[in-house]
């Protein structure tokens, strides 16, 4: 496999921070 290090700290965080806001949107009935 390739090193992805610096992509696991990055892409994740990303896609969490999105889905979060997501969440947090629906959450709030928006």
Do not use: H, T
């Amino acid at each position: 496999m390739i090193d992805l290090s610096s992509y696991e700290l990055v892409w994740p965080a990303d896609l969490f921070i999105a889905e979060a806001g997501r969440i947090a949107a629906l959450g709030r009935g928006n």
